[in-house]
């Protein structure tokens, strides 16, 4: 090594040290007075009056200064300066990791570790160094203090009852912010005496509720909250203090975790209907219901900028799988007021320590947050770290982090691991989140680290897995009794007080009256929803979906109009250019041009429509090109038109969006979403229809039967890429024996339309008759662009959506023999071999509507062929998978109701483990054997195998 590079090195001013030259940079940059004079004039010539230079520049200048031997001009004493940049260092480090020792777990279980970093030894300072002054950026401190002082302040900052972490931050200013506020009070909170009290009042309302139902209702699961009893005084705290910051609304979602404890002392349900659920009162309307801590609530309560309104989301025991669905909602309510800031709706989400740290779904969910249509303003979440999640009784199978939170440092979030034991440090953490969140619009995150009293359940005996944790536990007072007994040391109130307030609320629960002051009463919010419209339907109910040509041919230019100077591909260009001509009647519509139509003509008659899905906008199938791209654009988030956004003046809003790579969180968002707003198309498409089953725990727990479970209604379509084309067992079926399954109660519609005019009708259908259920499409592949598969403009102007589609060839009614019924894509091929093969014997019927099943079209149509004596199932699924084992349930029945001495067979793949095979050639060859089985004179009856 050179002189020359070895001054360079070791200089004061370069090197180890520019941490330290960085460092004052970035305070010069957030305020000019925090750095000593001879800095600020240096940085003021290096800027010279420019707004900010880059790093770069001020580093090479001290190479520069180093290399002249000229940084004596700024610093005097290298050894001084040595050790003010360590103190500088320190000084960070004590942001980065000094919640690793901070006192944040009431049970004090865990020996703090030792870290070098914050140790003033490991930056060559000494006990004759802490009585002498140095530089500091501590926040609301002096600009130099004694080191010891700075210690000290550092340490009450960041390793006090509040531990933050916020460094992993990339943005300075949202970094110095954060770094303001935390330094500026120490991290300490100060109340008055009245906020001490209401304190105390929210934590006896927590904690007396608890154990008023432990006595009162023994053994009954009630999944209590003893234990993290502050998580009241907080919720409260944040919800006064986002409406003072203009919060309207908020939607929250938790598990059963102290949720009753939420639902009477936060939402204000009357505790005597609690008590009547637990002697056994339920809800007649309901077919299902579901148990009392799964159930949803809202209300009204005051706050200082007015009214909000408070909905807690319906939750399976799925956890976490709540997340999403309170994000969808929470989007469609912002939408709904014009919310695009995401300033009035505010998403509120409460997890478990070992559910936020285990489930998927957190990750898929977070990784929404800052996506264009899935954002929702930044959510507030809260993690109740009782320290134990289910019964993991060794520590090292609990998770593979240091913290539960360190899933949210994916997305920069603060958080704040807080003691559960110190109410107003808890207050203090929820302030500062929740005015970050009002500011950056992004998540923020309080880790509540407190304990669980009981066990998992009121039936659950902790001390079998967990017996020195719960020797700890059985010997803590309870955070009520601590801070009850802080504030008579304070002065603030007397045990007689204290007491008083047990008393007072325990009187208010055996009258079953209200435990929290703030509830409205008899208050409509504005933008709410009435649901009576939709009530009582029928899936039978008729309604004309045809649309006049003259409006057809209108919204068709209106969806192939080119804008000036834009430059299609030449593949799309073509397929722009056949749907003018489509519009125009000159050649039949295919399916992409029929499903944009229906949603042009929804728009049209004042319903918004929202797609997600991946690659929706175009289509995995490159069908449906909702949005169309410039290929000469220059940037790359502009040069795009989407001719839906532009079918009439003042038209509802057309959203279409190619989702994260997901598929539970973001069906998880679309259902919440459609929960909420029932005057929206909303469709989720699936990459292939067999993705669905990434997202079954949606499917299962909300979809299916959100409205039996919680009176929920949902209008959600699903669109599920489905047919057998060879392309192997995760590309060709979507499962349609799953959902047929699920199907009960007329919960659910399960359709697999087989024409342009099919889709057209079908979607219309969806909103313009008043029937909200979900709709699972088994939409095609091939059939996108398969010419028989198009429709004439007339078949979209008359008709509506036919359950049951009759024969379509000219034959001889009284000469059929058999009847084969199918749906889908299938029915081409029997189409095709019917024709190549002469057949005049044979019809062929398409049952459109698997579910709810359309006995009188079925009827109907079979009435037409009196002396046919086989019925035939043709699919092209397995026979243990696909339609057939619910189908011919139906099918004979109705065949009973007509007398006729008719008999059902099968005609279809195997049964299989697999949804198909592998092989293309495999593929034709079954295709084949099934099509010519479903003519052929040897038929099976197709009963359960019993001997595979």
Not at 14 to 36: H, K, T, W
Request: proline content about 5%.
């Amino acid at each position: 090594m050179s002189m020359m590079e070895e001054l360079v090195g070791t200089s004061t001013l370069f090197g180890g040290n520019m941490p330290f030259i960085e460092e004052q940079y970035e305070r010069y940059l957030a305020d000019p007075a925090s750095v000593g004079e001879s800095w600020r004039a240096y940085f003021d010539k290096l800027r010279n009056g420019a707004a900010d230079v880059a790093h770069a520049p001020v580093i090479d200048s001290f190479v520069r200064l180093a290399k002249e031997r000229k940084a004596v001009v700024l610093v005097a004493d290298v050894e001084m300066a040595q050790k003010e940049a360590s103190v500088a260092l320190m000084e960070l480090r004590y942001r980065v990791v000094g919640n690793r020792l901070a006192d944040v777990d009431p049970l004090g279980r865990a020996e703090k570790p030792y870290l070098p970093e914050l140790d003033p030894k490991t930056y060559g300072l000494t006990s004759a160094d802490m009585d002498v002054e140095f530089s500091s950026n501590l926040a609301g401190g002096p600009p130099r203090q004694k080191l010891r002082d700075l210690v000290a302040a550092l340490r009450e900052t960041y390793c006090g009852k509040l531990g933050a972490e916020y460094m992993h931050i990339t943005d300075t200013e949202k970094r110095v912010w954060l770094q303001n506020r935390l330094e500026s009070v120490r991290s300490r909170p100060n109340y008055d005496a009245a906020m001490k009290r209401h304190i105390l009042e929210r934590l006896t309302a927590a904690e007396t509720l608890e154990k008023y139902l432990h006595t009162k209702y023994v053994g009954q699961k009630r999944f209590s909250g003893e234990g993290g009893e502050a998580m009241i005084p907080m919720l409260d705290h944040l919800l006064q203090r986002a409406g003072a910051q203009g919060v309207q609304e908020s939607v929250i979602g938790m598990a059963h975790r102290a949720r009753l404890d939420v639902l009477v002392n936060t939402f204000g349900k009357l505790p005597s209907e609690l008590f009547a659920e637990f002697e056994g009162k339920y809800d007649t309307t309901l077919s299902a219901g579901d148990v009392k801590y799964h159930k949803g609530f809202s209300s009204d309560v005051t706050t200082p900028g007015g009214p909000m309104h408070l909905s807690l989301a319906f939750n399976p025991s799925h956890l976490e799988i709540v997340n999403p669905v309170v994000e969808g909602s929470v989007r469609a309510r912002q939408d709904r007021r014009g919310d695009t800031a995401g300033a009035q709706v505010m998403p509120i989400l409460i997890h478990g320590d070992a559910a936020i740290a285990g489930q998927g779904v957190v990750m898929e969910t977070l990784n929404l947050a800052q996506t264009r249509g899935y954002r929702t303003g930044g959510t507030f979440h809260i993690i109740v770290n009782n320290q134990i999640g289910f019964t993991t009784s060794d520590p090292r199978d609990t998770r593979g982090t240091t913290y539960c939170s360190d899933v949210a440092k994916m997305i920069e979030a603060p958080i704040f691991h807080v003691n559960g034991d110190d109410p107003e440090t808890c207050l203090l953490a929820t302030e500062i989140a929740m005015d970050y969140r009002t500011l950056y619009k992004q998540d923020v995150v309080i880790d509540l680290v407190c304990f669980r009293r009981l066990g998992h359940n009121e039936q659950d005996e902790p001390m079998v897995t967990q017996p020195l944790m719960y020797k700890k536990i059985n010997a803590h007072p309870g955070t009520r009794k601590l801070y009850a007994d802080q504030l008579v040391r304070e002065g603030v109130i007397t045990e007689a007080d204290a007491a008083r307030m047990i008393e007072d609320y325990r009187a208010a629960l055996d009258k079953g009256f209200h435990t929290n002051k703030t509830i409205l009463s008899n208050y409509k919010p504005p933008h709410s929803i009435d649901w009576g419209s939709f009530m009582g339907r029928r899936w039978t109910d008729q309604v004309d979906t045809g649309v006049p040509p003259r409006n057809l041919k209108a919204m068709a230019k209106k969806l192939t109009d080119v804008p000036a100077g834009f430059t299609l591909h030449s593949r799309v260009a073509k397929i722009v250019a056949d749907r003018r001509a489509m519009g125009e009647g000159k050649i039949p519509l295919d399916w992409g041009m029929a499903e944009n139509l229906a949603y042009a003509t929804l728009l049209d008659n004042g319903f918004g429509v929202r797609i997600s899905g991946q690659d929706c906008a175009r289509g995995t199938f490159f069908h449906r090109h909702a949005v169309w791209h410039d290929q000469n654009r220059e940037k790359w988030d502009s040069g795009t038109w989407t001719p839906l956004q532009h079918v009439k003046d003042g038209q509802p809003s057309f959203e279409v969006y190619d989702s994260v790579l997901s598929e539970e969180a973001v069906l998880g968002f679309e259902y919440g979403y459609t929960t909420s707003e029932p005057n929206k198309l909303v469709v989720w498409e699936a990459q292939f229809g067999d993705f669905a089953n990434g997202a079954q725990v949606v499917i299962d727990q909300f979809i299916a039967s959100g409205e039996v479970k919680w009176g929920r209604i949902c209008g959600l379509v699903l669109l599920l890429p489905h047919g057998y084309e060879g392309q192997g067992p995760e590309h060709s079926s979507a499962r349609p024996e799953r959902f047929l399954q699920l199907c009960a109660e007329h919960n659910m519609q399960v359709c697999v339309p087989s024409n342009a005019a099919q889709i057209f009708h079908l979607l219309r259908r969806q909103m313009v008759r008043q029937y909200r259920k979900p709709l699972i499409v088994m939409s095609p592949k091939s059939l996108l662009r398969h010419k028989d598969a198009g429709s004439p403009l007339d078949d979209l102007a008359a008709g509506r959506f036919r359950n049951v589609i009759g024969e379509v060839d000219k034959m001889t009614a009284r000469n059929v023999r058999r009847v084969i019924f199918c749906s889908g894509k299938v029915y081409y091929d029997l189409l095709a071999y019917r024709r190549e093969q002469k057949i005049a014997d044979v019809a062929i019927l398409r049952i459109e509507q698997l579910y709810p099943f359309p006995h009188d079209d079925f009827i109907a149509q079979l009435k037409k062929f009196p002396n046919a004596r086989d019925l035939v199932w043709c699919q092209e699924e397995p026979q243990n998978q696909g339609a057939w084992y619910r189908m011919r349930a139906y099918l004979r029945d109705d065949m009973q109701k007509l007398g006729f001495p008719k008999k059902l067979f099968y005609a279809g793949r195997p049964v299989s483990a697999s949804p198909a095979v592998g092989y293309a050639s495999w593929h034709a060859k079954q295709q084949k054997e099934l099509v010519e089985a479903a003519f052929g004179s040897k038929l099976t009856t197709g009963e359960i195998v019993t001997s595979i």
